[in-house]
């Protein structure tokens, strides 16, 4: 059983507080790690189009044993299906493959503006949440920009945005633009990929004051954020560890101390610029 709290998304739907990334994993990879991860109480797997490991997931959610109705399973597509029917060839080609009938959360990976199609794309979202194959739909990498569009032009609102995300890239406009429009913001990379984030002495100061890892304190300011971050680990340690976040809290000058690190890691990614 899972212990991870949830949060109600702004159509009703209920998703976990914290989830498992799967990127860069292969098939079998990320076999191994959504069995374990399932086995150490995680209900939210995120996988998508481009990691190429959706067959791998999906033999591994049928294996766990755990109930259909108790997994939340989120995968994104490419600019390729960025057209109302596109959505639905995307979202056929990942269920197939992940062996679901619907998913709980498909989102846009990239908006990719340069191609000027995600609005299509988003309005074959909405069509499949409205037929039932997906609970609950958002972006991936999208800007208040690119939200405020997709709601001009829409008037629906993702129920989720996921953006690069730690106390490297705060990304504070972007948090109160979804906060303001109900949207929950999910952050891949929650521990500073790539950077000495882990390494950083406030973080491990912060860790030591409440005899935790580094990584328990990055995914720990994120929660308190109400973000949720979805960490990758094939290692059922860290999986373990990763996932037990919720039995301590963080003060606010700590809080502030993690907020200061913002800038300190090589630029995070510009969606519009980069997409696939």
Same mark, same amino acid.
């Given at each position: +059983?899972? /212990?991870?709290? /949830?949060?109600?998304?702004?159509?009703?739907?209920? +998703?976990?507080?914290?989830?498992?990334?799967?990127?860069? +994993?292969?098939?079998?990879?990320? @076999?191994?790690?959504?069995?374990?991860?399932?086995?150490?109480?995680?209900?939210?797997?995120?996988?998508?189009?481009?990691?190429?490991?959706?067959?791998?997931?999906?033999?591994?959610?049928?294996?766990?044993?755990?109930?259909?109705?108790?997994?939340?399973?989120?995968?994104?597509?490419?600019?390729?299906?960025?057209?109302?029917?596109?959505?639905?060839?995307?979202?056929?080609?990942?269920?197939?493959?992940?062996?679901?009938?619907?998913?709980?959360?498909?989102?846009?990976?990239?908006?990719?503006?340069?191609?000027?199609?995600?609005?299509?794309?988003?309005?074959?979202?909405?069509?499949?949440?409205?037929?039932?194959?997906?609970?609950?739909?958002?972006?991936?990498?999208?800007?208040?920009?690119?939200?405020?569009?997709?709601?001009?032009?829409?008037?629906?609102?993702?129920?989720?945005?996921?953006?690069?995300?730690?106390?490297?890239?705060?990304?504070?406009? @972007?948090?109160?633009?979804?906060?303001?429009?109900?949207?929950?913001?999910?952050?891949?990379?929650?521990?500073?990929?790539? /950077?000495?984030?882990?390494?950083?002495?406030?973080?491990?100061?912060?860790?030591? /004051?409440?005899?935790?890892?580094?990584?328990?304190?990055?995914?720990?300011?994120?929660?308190?954020?109400?973000?949720?971050?979805?960490?990758?680990?094939?290692?059922?340690?860290?999986? @373990?560890?990763?996932?037990?976040?919720?039995?301590?809290?963080?003060?606010?000058? @700590? +809080?502030?101390?993690?907020?200061?690190?913002?800038?300190?890691?090589?630029?995070?990614?510009?969606?519009?610029?980069?997409?696939?």
């Amino acid at each position: +059983m899972s /212990t991870v709290p /949830t949060v109600t998304l702004s159509n009703g739907t209920v +998703m976990p507080r914290l989830g498992l990334g799967t990127s860069p +994993m292969g098939d079998d990879d990320a @076999e191994r790690a959504v069995v374990q991860a399932l086995e150490v109480g995680y209900r939210l797997v995120d996988t998508a189009e481009n990691y190429r490991n959706e067959v791998g997931v999906g033999r591994a959610l049928r294996a766990s044993g755990v109930a259909r109705d108790e997994l939340f399973v989120t995968s994104k597509f490419n600019k390729r299906w960025h057209s109302v029917e596109g959505a639905r060839t995307a979202f056929e080609a990942s269920a197939e493959k992940l062996g679901l009938e619907y998913l709980d959360l498909l989102l846009i990976h990239w908006p990719n503006p340069d191609q000027d199609r995600y609005v299509e794309a988003w309005r074959g979202l909405i069509e499949l949440r409205e037929a039932g194959l997906v609970r609950a739909i958002g972006t991936s990498n999208f800007k208040p920009s690119h939200l405020q569009r997709l709601i001009d032009e829409t008037g629906v609102a993702p129920e989720v945005n996921q953006v690069q995300l730690s106390p490297v890239w705060t990304k504070q406009t @972007e948090r109160e633009f979804h906060a303001a429009h109900n949207i929950v913001t999910e952050a891949w990379s929650p521990l500073g990929k790539g /950077t000495d984030l882990l390494d950083h002495p406030t973080v491990a100061a912060v860790a030591k /004051t409440h005899d935790k890892t580094p990584g328990q304190v990055v995914l720990r300011w994120e929660v308190q954020q109400d973000v949720v971050p979805i960490p990758k680990s094939s290692k059922r340690e860290r999986l @373990e560890q990763n996932i037990a976040v919720f039995d301590f809290e963080l003060t606010a000058d @700590e +809080m502030a101390a993690l907020d200061a690190l913002d800038g300190i890691g090589k630029a995070p990614a510009d969606s519009d610029r980069f997409g696939h």
